[in-house]
């Protein structure tokens, strides 16, 4: 018991692996409770058990392997992670619980693998029964059928795969197992019971007993299908309903939902394995195809009949062995040979199938042609051998083939093809036989019909019966309006007789069933005969056609009324004259034809009134208009009454029945006025109306022919100018090119310059409409007149045409879009099938083909140039090319590559040439274009790649995805190939709507190029995955995942869910006929849906769930009418549900949602918003983090898969943005990121959506004053800048908008820096447009713009003035001058060394625009400080800015603060007002404002800023504190100003802010934005005003001072000082010791002065800021410092002495720093500067400066340093680990010299040597004591005094092999002891190698101050000197006043009060010689200054610095 005691304490898990049975046992029913209690399937406590389910299974105890078993069963219920374990489970099961002898454990066994199927596990589920099939003990092997059989019984042969199952069928009925046989035929019952008679032929080889007891079994079984009994967890809406019938009663299951519970039909084929036969034929079948005796020719025929018997053949190369087949086809005298190869040819294309297509364009002209033959065996085997080719292929491809049979003159060939069309349309759909196909072949079948061969007749009917019956008589009758009611009645009889393939129901049956199955709207029943592709196009045509029965019978109102205007018949005059009298007054028919011109008018009146008021049934048009013809008819001579002649035609016209006989009465006579200045006008209305009564088409033909018959160049002119017109008006439709082509040539050839003008302007309009196929009938014109045309069509280029609004009112505006509809498929065949075609095949003679297949290279370069030759000649071919096609195929894999290139510009060539009939010729010709794709030679795959999208243009996608053709060339393991194929079908496929079903078969391969070696492939399949799914569906493309292994399973199904979050929608063509039909919409759409919001949802559904209905149900039109009218009703329904759920707000405010977010991905908790292409993990972490701020509809539509409803959201969010405005800013991060997804997709409409949102969402953030954080910018700029590349001119513009203004809401200098990686892409149009954008931003905000400096972005910039692409050249010089425009000729400075080329370009560039802009320079300042308007979101990117569209300045500094909340100023009237005060009251703008006055003679006592008297400027302050962050916005702006005075006044503001403790807080929040502008203030001073000599140098100081005082009162300010940020900070100090070191700065005058107020400030800065971030920035520097070649030493060295005061200060302030921050910082150093690199430098002291931090860092924190290392991401990159260790480890040993006193400051040289001494021993004593903790103070005491008495002493050997850190501490006790003794101030001294600790002048370059001897001067020289300096200067000495004031403020801390503050070496030279000069007049004390002797230095003044030596000491302790 003891035992059990002990396991029975263990966790339930861990019982479950333990050793002793019964704790297992115990375990498994714990495990088995437990999972029947835990309710959250996704809970953690699942994946504790995730490695022992398997065991649980396996359990080698039987009676705990029953209880593991049970808890196995629910563990694979419940838990979601289940699916993880299936296939080490299952397998686990079949190998240790099948065999088990329990029949529990069997069943339990058998329940888990069930389960797993209902998990969606099937597949791996039936891969292990499926091997287990092959075990050798025979129990595992029955149990495994019986659990396969009893999971096709319940889950259905949808979810468990047949194909496998099958194929091992007949292997299990060998078995010499009874029990494995029986369980064999219980599961092929089973199958059969699914898939019928497909499962016989696999099993015809098994015993015949087997095979018989199989047969009486199979006929026991039921014939109704069996239904899924069981359903997987995504089924359950169908196990819902399954429920519900076996409730109801079980049998009366409703029809329709059959296909969704019983099986799918599968095809016996798909279950048969393939044979490969090729191998197998005789050896020498070529010779004896060939041989004269027939005996042979049959023994040859015979074996390949026997093969071709297999029933699925194997894909291969079968090009030679139909060639040879065909040939005894169509040449072979044999009927008997001929029979044979037709049998062989049936089957080979029964076996090939799809395959067979690319053959079968060869062999049907010749089995056509043979049908000449009478025998009735020769004809039925060639009927079946073309049957079967029939369905290799489509009808589309054999068309042109049957058409030219079809008017043989032998009957019986005619007979044979109808007939063969008759089946064929059998196999149609109305999709399949589209009416532009139908067409053609009804004008054949109606010449047949009156054929004088009875059986050619039959036959005509018959084939017409048949499309009557598959399309419908709607469909069918407008071909047939010319025959006569009897013939119409047979081809009725005939449709009635005929049965379709598969029993299906044609269109012609639907009538009777719509109605009662979906309760259409009453006009439903007009429109049965639809066919169910166009369901959604007729619904709404039924209204208009209700009033037109005309139309109803004919099917085409436009042919109606055509055939109706025929008939007229001409009237006679003096009908006409009766008719007219009975409807016009007497008085007008009298006064017609008088004299006298105003009676005539009279009459003319009367007569318009009278056709005003007639009725259109009564009016005689004809008689009425030969009245007007009545003499004087059209030679009218008076013009007013000719107007009215004129418009009374066009009132006839309009109102009447007007037929085109009575149009050609007036027609003569309208052409013939239509050139009159006069009456032309009227003319052409006239004919306009004509147009509109008789179709435009016919009109136009009548008139240009009759224009161009008159000599009047007037008229033709005119009337072609009129047709430019109408055509826009009516439209294109109709209207025949090939009519005026002849007449424009004439025009064009005219020598009146008008006639030629119209011509070409007429041109110009063909051109909207044809496009570019119309130039090619202009090919022969002369270059100049080609030149105008072509000028004409390029300004038509990407114009749409206009919309037609005349023409469609009166005929049925269904007709037209119907035939639009046609030509959609054909892609604007219609105008290509206008171009005259040659036949060239005549002149491709054999001697040309075996030219081009010769043998020597040579040759067949002749033989191909000859053939271009051949075809250029031609322009334009027929598809009949003859032998050509296996000619070329073969010089496409030609040895010479120069001859594949050749071949592939042919084949570009036949391309243009022969237009869309090339289909014919994509498997012969096309297929081996592909293949070249895999040539190793870019330019080879790069021709090939032009040729094939040439061919795609003129073919469509079709007919190269029908087939295994594609799938073979992936199946290649080329990876060229695979890239370049799988590159252009991830183009080509999101553009199709539809696709053939054979892309499945190139799945596998897809799935083999994702695992692929080559990473490129790799790449190209994973962009190519999602456009398969967008047409296969991600279920499919998941089931195809069954076959591949395990590993590669889970990786590609990964790999799919990725592929479904970015799958691209179909493209919405249906939409096209969406908008066209809008005018018949409303009557249609009413009875469907009352609220009219619903109208446009409905509509999508109309136009696009249909299309996939009508798929899936093929039976004709009914059912899918049906479900188009009920799915219609269904969304309107639920979208007026929608509409209430979508009122309210869309976003929703989270407090503070926006910080935690950033906090969060600060933190790394969630992923970093970066990528190449967004993954899935990235898509589901934004849905996640935007469903608790979206409104849950708009998150369904943001992150639905069709783009349609990405629109929809935009547009919604449009509508909220200013309502939500805070809302918004809120989501900001998460909607930016949104839309970084969409501009991922391919789709331009959202694209374009996207942007108009940002624009809008821009302006709006700029009016709120809002400013985008660091978050947000990196989040959504770099994506936004890689549209700016897009190829569409619109997209860029509006990207560029977009960028504009961004720099409103964000740094214009950090936008720069995106743009700057921006131009490091790969797509040149990014890069030029980069470039542009950058130039811009230049010109806009001057260099300070440039990050990180000018010289460093201009390099970069200028690199691109060599790029290959033109416009990126240009871009880059484009830029480059707009830095020259600034900066003049420093421009070659910054841009470094560039080739000689590119300089020259370069400055070719700069001259020609100084020519062009020679006032550019004099707007800038304008520019800069103008205040940007409002932007307009929809203003387009102009390259220059003008001046009020400028982003100037004042935004830019504006914008600065990257973290600030509030930043650039709201844009409204109020604060236009408060600008305007600032700016018109301030009258003395000139004059220097008051400055707050700062101590600064801490630095010495005299030292004073100079007190300027001048007024404060700032009187309006107080009045703008209602709008405070905007007015310091303002300011600040002012701050960076490129005027000097505009800039004192704006730090003259500021300062008076900080001066004021109750308004300083104001400023908080505005810290970085300040400090950026100041430091690009000090910039512009550097660059500019130092370099300007017309500046007054007293400006500049006044400047610098102000920034200077400005500086010290903000650092003065703790709270406010620790805002400022690392990067700022970072400027800020460079700024600052960069001034330190500008020599300029020395020869203003006061410039001294000026270095020293930068060095306290310095100091200042060092202390007050946030020590975590000047630390890092000083790190940062001087990184940056010793990096850049050009930067100084002196700089370096500057720097250094801030981080080693830095280091001196740490004890204090180790607190309060972020040690991670700093050690990344350092870490990071060590990258770019190992030990071994740093101790190259010139001098170690950077070396010794990062021991000495890292030192300090360990000894303040010890061994915890090593635990703030967490930021690093790798460590191993530079040496910081190993240096911490070893540092903690020697200081752990050095832990007794720890001091409270390492902050003092003091130091001493410590390579000052001593002469030796023969006392080391005393030495060792004094060093002992020092480092003892009792008597450290006694020792340096001693070692003082020590050195004292023998000042040569050498203490190098004793402090060499110590530590820096106590050589520091010796040097700082030495110092301090020397100063308590002597009471001197400490004068520092320094030394090149070793930085001093205690430096407190930081700009010192020597802290010890030589005079010109060489001698070192003391304090009170330098206060003499100053007080020189300030009396020459007119300021007063007055020491009182100064102590006064300095006791009244508060002290500042003293870093730099010694004296050696203002000893600047550099300071002393340059002053040296005027204190020569003054040596006479002023005190003694200068000429001491150049002796030794100081016995002059006052006594006062050194008292004086003694007590404030003292002072400054009592206030830093």
């Known amino acids: 018991m003891g035992d059990d005691s002990e396991w029975m304490k263990l966790p339930i898990d861990q019982r479950c692996e333990h050793k002793v049975w019964k704790a297992r046992l115990n375990g498994y029913e714990e495990a088995l409770k437990l999972f029947q209690r835990i309710e959250d399937e996704k809970s953690p406590e699942w994946s504790k058990y995730l490695g022992l389910i398997k065991k649980f299974v396996t359990d080698s105890n039987a009676v705990a392997q029953l209880k593991g078993l049970e808890a196995a069963v629910a563990y694979v219920e419940n838990a979601h992670v289940a699916g993880k374990t299936t296939g080490d489970v299952v397998s686990g099961v079949v190998s240790k619980v099948f065999n088990q002898p329990k029949a ?143 409730a109801a009663g079980g049998d009366d299951v409703d029809g329709d939902d059959d296909d969704e519970g019983c099986a799918p039909q599968v095809d016996p084929y798909e279950l048969l394995e393939a044979v490969e036969v090729l191998s197998k034929l005789p050896k020498d079948f070529y010779e004896k195809i060939e041989a004269k005796k027939w005996q042979e020719r049959k ?198 007789k005929i049965e379709l393939a598969g029993g299906k129901k044609g269109g012609g049956a639907e009538k009777e069933k719509p109605a009662p199955k979906a309760q259409p709207p009453p006009e439903a029943p007009a429109k049965p005969s639809a066919p169910p592709k166009k369901a959604s196009v007729a619904k709404p045509a039924g209204p208009p056609k209700k009033g037109k029965p005309v139309a109803a019978v004919n099917g085409k109102g436009k042919k109606a009324v055509e055939s109706k205007d025929m008939v007229e018949a001409e009237l006679s005059a003096e009908v006409c004259e009766e008719m ?75 109102k009447g029945t007007f037929s085109k006989t009575s149009a050609f009465t007036v027609l003569d006579g309208l052409v013939d006025k239509v050139g009159d200045i006069k009456c032309g006008g009227k003319a052409k209305e006239a004919l306009t109306a004509i147009g509109e009564a008789c179709s435009l088409p016919w009109t136009a033909e009548q008139v240009v022919s009759m224009a161009f018959a008159q000599k009047n160049p007037k008229n033709q002119a005119e009337a072609l100018n009129w047709l430019a017109n109408a055509m826009k008006e009516f439209g294109f439709a109709g209207i025949n090119v090939k009519a005026f082509i002849s007449n424009v040539k004439t025009a064009l050839a005219a020598t009146n310059p008008a006639v030629r003008t119209a011509a070409i302007a007429l041109l110009g309009v063909m051109y909207l409409y044809m496009g570019a196929p119309l ?92 053939l271009a030759a051949v075809i250029s000649e031609a322009k334009f071919i027929q598809p009949n090319v003859g032998e050509l096609p296996m000619a070329l195929k073969g010089r496409l894999n030609d040895s010479n590559k120069i001859l594949v290139l050749q071949t592939l510009t042919i084949l570009q060539q036949i391309a243009t040439a022969m237009g869309p009939a090339l289909k014919q010729h994509v498997k012969n010709l096309g297929i081996p274009v592909i293949t070249v794709l895999g040539d190793s030679k870019s330019n080879v795959r790069a021709a090939a790649l032009t040729t094939l999208n040439a061919w795609v243009e003129q073919t469509g996608m079709k007919e190269w995805l029908e087939g295994e053709d594609l799938s073979e060339e992936l199946k290649k393991e080329n990876p060229f190939l695979r890239q370049e194929v799988l590159a252009w079908l991830a183009e080509k496929l999101p553009t199709l709507r539809s696709v053939s079903s054979d892309l499945m078969i190139c799945v596998p391969n897809l799935y083999a190029c994702l695992e692929d070696r080559n990473g490129d492939v790799r790449k190209k399949a994973q962009d190519a995955l999602p456009t398969f799914m967008m047409h296969l569906g991600y279920e499919k493309m998941l089931k195809a995942t069954g076959k591949l292994k395990p590993a590669s399973k889970d990786q590609v199904v990964s790999m799919l ?54 798929k899936k149900t093929k039976p004709g039109g009914t059912a899918a009418k049906g479900k188009v009218l009920g799915g219609k009703k269904a969304p309107a329904k639920t979208s007026a549900k929608d509409e209430d759920d979508k009122s309210g707000p869309i976003f ?125 910018a990196s989040s959504f700029i770099p994506y936004l800048i890689v549209k700016v590349g897009e190829s569409k001119d619109v997209v860029r513009k509006d990207v560029r908008a977009i960028l504009t203004m961004l720099c409103k809401v964000y740094p214009a200098s950090k936008v720069f820096t995106f743009l700057m990686d921006g131009t490091k892409s790969k797509n040149s149009k990014q890069r030029a447009e980069c470039l542009e954008e950058l130039g811009c931003l230049i010109e806009s905000y001057g260099m300070n713009v440039c990050q990180p400096t000018p010289a460093k972005s201009l390099k970069e910039i200028a690199v691109h003035i060599g790029d290959r692409d033109t416009s990126v050249r240009n871009a880059a010089l484009n830029t480059v001058v707009t830095v020259y425009n600034v900066c003049g000729d420093q421009v070659f400075k910054l841009i470094g060394n560039l080739s000689e080329k590119d300089m020259s370009m370069l400055e070719e560039r700069i001259k020609r625009s100084a020519k062009k802009t020679p006032a550019a320079p004099a707007r800038q300042p304008e520019e800069r400080v103008q205040r940007a308007p409002p932007g307009n979101p929809n203003a387009s990117m102009t390259r220059k800015p003008a001046p009020d569209e400028a982003p100037n300045k004042l935004n830019q500094a504006r914008a600065q603060n990257a ?79 490129g005027d000097i005075n505009t800039s004192i006044q704006a730090l003259a503001q500021i300062d008076e802010v900080l001066r004021q403790k109750d308004k300083a807080e104001a400023m908080s929040g505005h810290i970085d934005q300040f400090l950026i502008a100041t430091f690009m203030q000090l910039r512009l001073i550097y660059n500019t005003h130092m370099a300007d000599d017309r500046l007054d140098k007293k400006e500049i100081f006044k400047l610098y001072s102000c920034i200077i005082g400005n500086m010290l009162s903000l650092f003065s300010m703790e709270s406010l000082a620790r805002e400022a940020s690392m990067g700022v900070l970072k400027d800020l100090m460079h700024g600052l010791i960069t001034l330190m070191l500008d020599a300029r700065v020395e020869d203003i005058e006061d410039g001294q002065q000026l270095i020293r107020s930068v060095n306290l400030l310095v100091v200042r800065v060092l202390e007050k800021s946030d020590q975590t971030n000047i630390l890092s920035a000083l790190l940062v520097l001087l990184q940056d410092s010793l990096i850049s070649a050009a930067g100084s030493p002196k700089f370096s060295e500057l720097v250094m002495k801030c981080l080693w005061r830095m280091i001196r200060f740490l004890p204090e302030t180790i607190g309060s720093i972020n040690l991670d921050r700093i050690l990344l910082d350092v870490h990071n150093f060590m990258k770019v500067f190992p030990k071994e690199k740093l101790k190259q430098l010139k001098s170690d002291v950077p070396h010794r400066t990062l021991k000495t931090l890292l030192h300090t860092l360990c000894r303040l924190t010890g061994a915890k340093i090593l635990d703030h290392l967490s930021m690093i991401e790798n460590k191993n990159e530079s040496e910081l680990e190993s240096h911490l260790r070893r540092v903690v480890k020697h200081s752990s040993s050095l832990s007794g010299f720890k001091s409270d006193r390492g902050t003092e400051k003091g130091t001493i040289r410590p390579d000052e040597k001593m002469s030796k001494a023969k006392v080391s021993d005393i030495l060792s004593e004094i060093f002992k004591k020092i480092g003892s903790k009792e008597n450290t103070k006694e020792g340096l005491t001693e070692l003082y005094e020590y050195k004292q008495r023998y000042s040569d002493a050498d203490l190098e050997p004793f402090l060499r092999n110590t530590s820096q850190f106590f050589q520091s501490y010796v040097e700082r006790g030495l110092r301090i002891i020397e100063s308590e003794r002597e009471g001197k101030s400490r004068s520092q001294t320094s030394n090149p190698v070793i ?123």
């Open 1057 to 1110: 869910e990725k592929a479904r979050a970015v799958m691209p929608a179909k493209p919405a063509a249906p939409a096209k006929a969406a908008s066209s039909k809008t005018p018949a919409c409303p009557p249609a759409a009413k009875p469907l849906s009352a609220p009219s919001k619903s109208q446009s949802v409905s509509e999508d559904s109309g136009v696009f769930e249909p299309k996939s209905d009508t």
């Open 1459 to 1537: 973290l600030a909340e509030q930043s650039s100023p709201a844009i409204t009237k109020e604060f236009q007002l408060d600008l305007d005060m600032i700016e018109n009251d301030h009258t003395r703008v000139s004059e220097l404002p008051d400055l707050v006055q700062h101590k600064l003679d801490e630095l010495l006592e005299p030292v004073m800023i100079p007190e300027p008297k001048i007024r404060a400027v700032s009187p309006h302050f107080d009045d703008l504190r209602n709008s405070t962050a905007s007015t310091i916005n303002f300011v600040i702006s002012q701050v960076a100003s």
């Open 1891 to 2013: 930085p001093p600790r205690g430096t407190d002048n930081v700009s010192d370059s020597s802290s010890v101050s030589l005079n010109s001897n060489g001698e070192e001067l003391k304090p009170a020289v330098y206060y003499e000197r100053l007080k020189i300096l300030r009396q020459r200067h007119g300021l007063e000495n007055n020491t009182k006043q100064q102590q006064q004031e300095e006791d009244d403020r508060p002290p500042l801390t003293s870093l730099l009060s010694k004296p050696s503050v203002a000893s600047s070496t550099d300071m002393l030279h340059s002053k040296l010689s005027h204190l020569k000069e003054s040596r006479e007049q002023y005190h003694q004390e200068q000429s001491h200054s150049h002796s030794p002797s100081r016995s002059s230095t006052p006594a006062t003044n050194l008292d004086d610095l003694k007590k404030r030596l003292e002072r400054i000491k009592s206030n830093r302790q």
């Open 299 to 496: 023994e040859a025929l015979e074996a390949v009949e026997a093969l071709a018997k297999n029933p699925k053949l194997e894909n291969g190369d079968y090009g030679d062995l139909v060639r040879a087949l065909k040939k005894v086809i169509g040449k072979d005298a044999n009927v008997m040979l001929v029979t044979l190869a037709a049998k062989c040819l049936a089957g080979l294309a029964a076996g090939l199938r799809k395959k067979f297509g690319t053959y079968a364009g060869h062999v049907v002209p010749t089995i056509l042609e043979k049908f000449k033959e009478k025998k009735p065996q020769v004809v039925q085997a060639l009927q079946e051998a073309i049957d079967a080719v029939f369905l290799t292929t489509t009808l589309q491809n054999l068309s042109e083939d049957i058409l030219a049979v079809m008017d043989n003159k032998n009957p019986s060939i005619k007979q044979q093809a109808s007939l063969f069309l008759a089946r064929s349309f059998c196999h149609c759909t109305p999709s399949s036989l589209p009416k532009s196909l139908l067409k053609p072949f009804c004008a054949a079948f109606l010449k047949q019909v009156n054929d004088s061969a009875p059986e050619v007749r039959d036959a005509a009917f018959e084939a017409l019966g048949t499309a009557m019956k598959v399309l419908g008589e709607k469909a069918v009758n407008p071909f047939l309006t010319d025959l006569d009611k009897l013939k119409l009645d047979k081809i009725k009889e005939c449709a009635d």
């Open 1148 to 1272: 929703s405010i989270i407090p503070n949602g926006k910080e935690q977010r950033i906090k969060e991905e600060k933190g790394l908790k969630v992923l970093k918003w970066n990528f190449m292409t967004p993954r899935d993990e990235y898509v589901e972490q934004l849905k996640n983090q935007m469903s608790t701020c979206v409104a849950k509809w708009l998150q369904d539509e943001l992150f639905h898969f069709d783009f349609q409803r990405h629109v929809k959201a935009i547009g919604a969010m449009i509508e909220h943005l200013e309502e939500e405005r805070d809302a918004t800013i809120g989501c900001l991060d998460l909607i930016l990121k949104w839309f970084t997804l969409r501009f991922f997709d391919t789709n331009t409409s959202v694209l374009m959506k996207a942007l108009e949102y940002l624009k809008l969402l821009f302006s709006m953030l700029s009016r709120e004053n809002y400013h985008l954080n660091e978050f947000e």
């Open 580 to 654: 007219s009298a009975a409807v016009l007054p007497a008085s007008c028919m009298q006064l017609l034809d008088s004299a006298n011109w105003k009676e005539r008018l009279a009459s003319m009146e009367e007569f318009q009134k009278a056709v005003e008021q007639m009725d259109k049934n009564e009016m005689p048009c004809q008689a009425l208009v030969r009245m007007l013809a009545k003499k004087p008819g059209w030679k009218e001579t008076n013009f007013q009454v000719m107007q009215m002649k004129l418009h009374i035609v066009g009132l006839i016209a309009q």
């Open 775 to 866: 130039r090619m009938f202009f090919e022969d014109e002369k270059p100049a007149l080609l030149a105008q045309i072509d000028a004409e069509f390029e300004k038509m280029q990407g114009q749409s045409p206009p919309a037609p609004f005349r023409g469609n009112s009166k005929k049925g505006i269904e007709d037209d879009r119907e035939e639009a509809e046609e030509q959609d498929d054909e892609g604007g065949q219609d105008v290509m099938d206008l171009l005259p075609r040659t036949d060239i095949s005549d002149k491709i003679t054999s001697e040309m083909v075996s030219k081009i297949g010769d043998k020597n290279w040579k040759t067949r370069k002749e033989g191909l140039e000859e």
């Open 104 to 246: 529990r454990a069997k069943e339990l066994g058998m329940d888990i693998c069930l389960m797993y199927i209902e998990i969606e596990k099937a597949d791996m589920v039936q891969e292990e029964l499926v091997k287990g099939l092959d075990n050798k003990n025979p129990k595992i092997v029955v149990a495994c059928i019986e659990t396969i059989r009893k999971a096709l019984c319940e889950f259905g042969s949808k979810i468990v795969t047949l194909k496998p199952i099958v194929k091992i069928l007949p292997k299990l009925f060998e078995s010499r197992e009874k029990a494995i046989r029986d369980e064999a035929k219980l599961l092929a019952v089973e199958t059969y019971k699914w898939i019928r008679d497909a499962i016989r032929p696999p099993l015809q080889n098994i015993n015949s007993v087997q095979l018989k007891e199989l047969e009486e079994e199979w006929v026991k079984l039921p014939a109704t299908a069996p239904k899924q009994t069981r359903f997987l967890r995504s089924q359950q809406d169908l196990k819902a309903k399954f429920e519900m019938q076996q």
